[in-house]
């Protein structure tokens, strides 16, 4: 009674409170699985972080702000008066990804000739690492996409081999115009020694190795010529983005595994793109200038001409100076004939550029150029830069995006509201520069006739003179506007500055991230075989420990027997000094306490025993229980009632040919069936032949003859049953008994097979009945350990298919499950 309420606390007890410390040996238990995992989980990290190419990260900052020339005024400064706004970072950052720009910067480079060397995992890209460069005829053709194998023989000797496609389908390419061609080759392949810095001139080649430093003989690279146009799509992912808060500050970042090769890109690209801005930049002035040389050439030989005919004419009339009143209307006539020729340029100019405007729906920077003209409203000017900015930004985003795209669209909208202003204004300036026209007409007309007034020769000197004075005004004012634009042409500003070039410090790659690689291994190490415990755990109802049947049942433990090493199941017998024989020596002193009839020693004690289902080692139990009571001097007798699965004989080198059957179907005697054993006071009384209906032949009144028959010739009777999870046979022989051992295996028994007989437990329908917890051994996965009996380290063999089976040598398979089994430690 004591024992079923001490087993309930330990229930409720157990049921409140959660074990930390159980669970934590539970997964110290497996410690050579996390070993293994974490071993292995680290070898393929270090493979990975091997095998993958490293990728390092450069970047330069560059600044983006217009600069004028402080030399100039803003009268002079015609080099930046249309060339579009310079502050425009976003039109920047489009320019840098576009394909026209990568275009350039490949081809400044020759980044489309690959230089790669044999390494561990893969041919490496050794670009700035080569002991030589190539240079290319361009305009010659070039084997296409294939490995040329570049061998030093000697200090200024190579060895070039390759293979030919003998199917014909060799191409070449020719950079110049990028077109490709096709070689046919009889051979398969094709070897070339050559000298350094002199040229390669084949059908196929055409190239000179330049030699940069001392080449090392033995060493082997590889080139090969690739596609242009695939080489530029792979470096068009520059990042460009601002830098802080300021607006004017550009970072170019490029990533990739050559660290040479980058330098050399973003440090091209910001060349390259300097260069071009500053064509854009200075584009109007080159383009100003060029239109005012012509007009300078033409107004040059006019002028010679009018001063020539101005001479003839003095000469010829004898004139060489105007009179007071004449001097007066040519200086006054002088005056408006400049103002009616500046109306008549500027009409002009605003004709020309309404046709533009109307004839051309994209504009590229050709519209035409008002470096000599002066226009009064300062609209125009702002309207064409808007329509010249927004067509240029629209022409770069048009190479990453289609017509349809949204930006396209509006763009579009932009710069049609810009062209419609823009014709408005024109519209409007026009019709005020006809009116000044018409008045300086009319005042030229009215002087005109005040000149006629005076003699013929005066009128004639007057118009020459005239004529002159306006044509060496007009070419003196641009001689000077040419000598503006000549000055802004060659003394601008770049508005684009390096603030930081791209440059190898020696920084470590970025990825793989090797380090994080390498914890990432240790936790995935962990964390498999901590998934793996917790799965196993869930899905485990196996009775590991004597905590768990004293958490789940209210029958208490009698004691525990370890593993049995030997040969058979005569452990206490065989090895009387063995852990497990003394384990059964403490079950013996245990179980004196169950019996019945404590008062009297000298009455016969029936024993028996039982288990859930086969193979729990009931057997082997039964058989050593009565063992160690024979060697203890009291005569003792095993009978052997399991009738479905005799196995007793097998250990007692006995034949089962009769036995308790025999008995019970009245063919032999009680004196005929005892068998006696080579173990001192111990007889046994074997199955005998596997009768039809055993159950029948247990609940005879033989039986009960056999056991009263049994008791008062032995001290001792130890009753061997059928399992009572499979038949019902043991539960009626419970009537028999004195004490009752239920047999339990650790790791093999599973929680739920003892509810039955823990059920008859707990409602009285059986007494005087323990557990014994066979084939135990202590680990730290399953607790701390108990003192219910020896032998901890051992247990007795492998059983299944019937009640045991004899131990067999450990093979190599079995080593390698027992490695990975939870480790055998004792507290």
């Not at 790669?116 to 084997?143: A, N």
């Not at 001479?311 to 060489?320: C, K, L, P, S, W």
């Not at 005799?646 to 040919?657: A, C, E, G, Q």
């Not at 130890?718 to 339990?744: C, H, K, M, Q």
Request: hydrophobic residues 35%; charged residues 25%; glycine residues 6%.
């Amino acid at each position: 009674m004591s024992n079923q309420i001490n087993s309930g606390k330990n229930i409720s007890a157990a049921a409140g409170n959660i074990d930390i410390k159980s669970y934590i040996f539970k997964v110290l238990a497996y410690w050579k699985l996390f070993v293994i995992t974490i071993f292995i989980a680290l070898i393929i990290a270090r493979f990975m972080n091997g095998y993958k190419e490293n990728l390092y990260s450069l970047k330069t900052i560059i600044t983006v702000k217009e600069e004028n020339n402080p030399l100039f005024s803003t009268g002079t400064n015609i080099a930046f008066n249309w060339g579009g706004s310079s502050d425009a970072l976003e039109t920047i950052k489009v320019v840098i990804t576009s394909r026209t720009h990568n275009e350039k910067v490949v081809d400044s480079l020759n980044f489309f000739i690959k230089y790669l060397k044999d390494g561990r995992y893969r041919k490496e890209d050794v670009y700035g690492k080569t002991p030589f460069t190539v240079v290319l005829d361009e305009s010659k053709p070039q084997l296409y996409n294939k490995e040329i194998k570049v061998e030093v023989i000697a200090l200024d000797k190579l060895k070039l081999t390759g293979d030919f496609d003998v199917s014909g389908n060799n191409q070449l390419i020719t950079y110049s115009d990028k077109s490709i061609s096709n070689y046919i080759s009889s051979q398969p392949s094709f070897e070339e020694i050559v000298t350094s810095n002199k040229k390669i001139d084949t059908s196929f080649l055409n190239f000179t190795l330049q030699s940069t430093q001392t080449l090392p003989v033995g060493e082997v690279y590889y080139i090969m010529f690739s596609n242009f146009d695939s080489t530029v799509a792979s470096y068009r992912n520059v990042r460009v983005s601002n830098l802080t808060g300021d607006a004017s500050l550009l970072s170019l970042e490029m990533q990739g595994p050559n660290k040479d090769r980058m330098v050399d890109y973003l440090n091209a690209s910001v060349i390259v793109l300097e260069k071009d801005k500053q064509d854009q930049k200075t584009a109007y002035a080159r383009k100003t200038k060029n239109y005012i040389d012509n007009l300078l050439s033409q107004v040059s030989d006019s002028l010679q001409k009018i001063e020539k005919d101005l001479g003839n004419f003095r000469q010829r009339n004898d004139i060489y100076d105007l009179s007071l009143e004449g001097n007066k209307i040519f200086e006054e006539t002088t005056t408006l004939e400049s103002e009616k020729n500046d109306i008549t340029q500027k009409l002009r100019y605003l004709r020309e550029l309404e046709i533009y405007i109307k004839t051309h729906s994209e504009m590229d920077g050709e519209i035409p150029v008002p470096g000599l003209i002066d226009i009064q409203d300062t609209k125009i000017p702002d309207l064409i830069n808007t329509i010249i900015i927004k067509s240029t930004e629209r022409k770069i985003a048009r190479n990453s995006v289609t017509e349809l795209h949204p930006s396209i669209r509006l763009f579009d909208k932009q710069i049609s509201t810009a062209k419609n202003n823009l014709l408005e204004n024109i519209l409007t300036l026009r019709g005020l520069y006809n009116a000044n026209l018409r008045e300086s007409k009319s005042e030229l007309a009215k002087y005109d006739a005040q000149l006629r007034l005076f003699p013929k020769k005066e009128q004639g000197l007057v118009k020459y003179q005239r004529n002159f004075e306006l044509s060496e005004a007009n070419f003196n004012y641009l001689k000077q506007k040419s000598y503006e634009a000549g000055t802004a042409i060659e003394a601008n500003v770049s508005d684009v500055k390096v603030i930081d070039s791209a440059k190898d410090l020696g920084n470590g790659p970025f990825y793989p991230r090797k380090n994080f690689n390498y914890l990432l291994a240790l936790l995935f190490g962990i964390s498999v075989p901590l998934f793996y415990i917790i799965v196993k755990e869930v899905l485990d109802n196996k009775i590991h420990s004597v905590e768990e049947i004293e958490t789940h049942y209210a029958i208490p433990v009698l004691g525990v027997v370890g593993r049995n090493q030997g040969r058979n199941n005569l452990a206490v017998f065989e090895r009387p000094k063995s852990s497990v024989a003394e384990s059964f020596r403490a079950l013996r002193s245990n179980i004196q306490f169950l019996f019945k009839d404590k008062a009297n020693d000298d009455k016969a004690k029936v024993l028996l025993l039982t288990s859930s289902v086969s193979g729990e080692g009931k057997t082997m139990i039964s058989i050593n229980m009565a063992t160690v009571f024979a060697l203890s001097g009291k005569r003792t007798v095993l009978l052997g009632l399991d009738l479905r699965k005799p196995k007793i004989y097998s250990d007692f080198d006995l034949s089962n040919d009769f036995g308790v059957v025999n008995y019970l179907i009245n063919q032999k005697t009680i004196e005929e069936i005892i068998r006696p054993t080579k173990v001192p006071n111990l007889d046994v009384i074997l199955s005998g032949p596997i009768p039809p209906n055993p159950a029948e032949l247990l609940l005879s009144k033989r039986t009960d003859k056999l056991i009263e028959s049994l008791k008062s010739t032995y001290d001792y009777v130890i009753i061997d049953t059928p399992p009572i999870g499979l038949v019902s046979d043991a539960l009626e022989l419970f009537r028999y008994s004195d004490a009752n051992i239920y047999v339990v295996r650790q790791n093999y028994s599973e929680k739920g097979m003892m509810k039955m007989i823990d059920d008859k437990y707990q409602n009285k329908e059986v007494s005087n009945i323990s557990y014994v917890l066979n084939d135990f051994t202590i680990s730290n996965k399953y607790g701390y350990g108990y003192g219910y009996g020896y032998g901890y380290g051992y247990g007795y063999g492998t059983y299944s298919y019937g009640y045991h089976e004899n131990e067999t040598p450990e093979t190599w398979k079995d080593k390698i499950i027992n490695f990975f089994k939870p480790s055998n430690k004792e507290d």
